[in-house]
């Protein structure tokens, strides 16, 4: 009698020990710990799009507050390689796929790369954590730090290896890279950074006050088969002036719906703050 309630204990217990791991929103960006704003997402969304158009590397970002419910007793590093295998990131021949794992609450992050990268790339990866990464979200700054640790990440690690460039020799970052880095964090932020300053310079149509402020939200997010809503909101802090302009977010292209089936080797490089 007691080997059976002791099997059957096992069998309920046993989904509790199975792995889950979350689901992706987009293949670019999943931001489940709310690290990011909507336009920032957009943004971000873009610029890995971009990447894949022009490379053929899938860059995915995700955000969780802490990896304790899909995994608690795997190390991160574990986590890490199993996500990136269940979700298929990278092509499936090539293998450059890379993630981006941010755990806010753990205070941790990871960068895994596919297989396709050779362990000299493990020393280009924990460069970017700690030069791109980690100062920004000491701070808990973490938008800064996904915008400038991403574009870190493109310069220094997925356009290089994608022209067939072996990792540097040096733990120097050249000065190229550097550069590289910087105007594209800039580009991602400037236009939104601009829109917004010239806002709070017009005068309010109202009351004739500089006090506009403007935000962005999705209030439908676009999807494979319909098309998402997205609006851009000015308001006068100094008067009840409500003004809300919408647009539409084009469909997700389905070619950009699913990873390409790659995998992972274990690579990468992770950083705690």
């Given amino acids: 009698m007691m080997r059976r309630w002791v099997a059957v204990l096992i069998f309920l217990a046993a989904p509790l020990w199975a792995q889950t791991y979350p689901d992706y929103d987009r293949t670019t960006i ?24 022009d490379t053929g590397i899938e860059l995915a970002v995700l955000t969780l507050p ?23 990131i990278g092509n499936a021949t090539r293998n450059d796929g890379i993630l981006v794992l941010i755990l ?17 790339w493990d020393r280009v990866a924990a460069n970017v954590v700690d030069r791109s990464f980690l100062p920004a979200f000491s701070n808990d700054d973490y938008a800064t730090g996904i915008t400038e640790g991403v574009e870190d990440v493109i310069a220094s690690i997925a356009l290089p290896f994608s022209e067939g460039t072996e990792a540097p020799a040096s733990d120097d ?18 236009r939104r950074i601009l829109g917004d300053l010239l806002a709070r310079l017009r005068p ?33 802090n100094a008067c009840s002036y409500h003004d809300v302009q919408t647009y539409t977010i084009s469909r997700i292209s389905s070619s950009r719906s699913s990873f390409g089936g790659g995998r992972s080797g274990g690579g990468g490089a992770s950083g705690r703050w």
């Fill in 30 to 53: 999943t931001d489940r710990a709310d690290l990011l704003t909507d336009a920032q997402e957009t943004a971000l969304d873009t610029r890995l799009n971009g990447l894949r158009g």
């Fill in 66 to 88: 802490s990896q304790i419910p899909y995994a608690a007793d795997q190390t991160l590093e574990q986590f890490a390689t199993g996500l990136f295998d269940h979700w298929g």
């Fill in 104 to 120: 806010s609450d753990d205070r941790a992050m990871r960068i895994e790369l596919g297989a396709g990268y050779g362990r000299d």
């Fill in 173 to 190: 970052l050249p000065p190229w890279m550097v550069i590289a880095s910087v105007i594209g964090a800039l580009l991602i932020a400037a």
């Fill in 204 to 236: 309010c149509p109202s009351c004739g006050r500089r006090t506009l402020r403007r935000k962005r939200k999705t209030p439908v997010s676009p999807t494979r088969t319909s098309t998402g809503r997205a609006e851009t909101v000015t308001r006068c």
